[in-house]
């Protein structure tokens, strides 16, 4: 009697781990923009992993290779500036990045845009504002 509770416990335990695994699984991410281009994927990092980020991972590609302009993809994390991880120009890079708040065990929103630097004279151009909220 003693070994079926604890195996029927055990079962409970691994089927209750993988609903979490289920919750927290990969999610198609595109941002396009004239020049620019994101195709990926996201995923909320569990708490205590990398401060429960949003993690982002794919291919930043510049769609227009003749017009000398660099990409990037920029992500703010609630209550702090604007981070830009760059790209480059003609070429498609791979990203795997997790943008998080140091302060806090679990991140709770995040903002991305893909954009095209077209210099210090004219102002670049970007997607629409994606945000992300932790439920």
Same mark, same amino acid.
């Given at each position: ?8 416990v055990?079962? /409970? !335990? ?10 927290? +699984?990969?999610? /198609?991410?595109?941002?396009t #923009? ?6 990926? =994927? ?5 708490? !205590?992993?990398?401060? /429960? ?10 769609? =227009? ?13 609630? /209550?702090y +500036? ?5 790209? #480059? ?15 806090? !065990? !679990? #991140? ?11 210099? =210090? ?5 970007? =997607? ?8």
């Amino acid at each position: 009697m003693r070994k079926l509770a604890t195996a029927v416990v055990a079962a /409970g !335990l691994f089927f209750g781990g993988m609903g979490v695994a289920v919750a927290d +699984s990969w999610h /198609g991410l595109t941002m396009t #923009t004239t020049g620019a281009e994101f195709k990926g =994927s996201y995923t909320w990092e569990p708490q !205590l992993q990398k401060h /429960g980020g949003l993690r982002v991972k794919g291919k930043l590609k510049d769609a =227009s290779n003749g017009d000398g302009h660099n990409v990037y993809l920029r992500g703010k994390v609630k /209550g702090y +500036s604007w981070i830009r991880i760059k790209g #480059t120009q003609r070429e498609t890079v791979p990203l795997d990045y997790t943008f998080y708040d140091g302060a806090l !065990l !679990l #991140t709770g929103q995040v903002e991305l845009q893909t954009c095209r630097d077209r210099g =210090s004279l004219r102002p670049d151009n970007c =997607s629409a504002n994606k945000v992300f909220t932790r439920r």
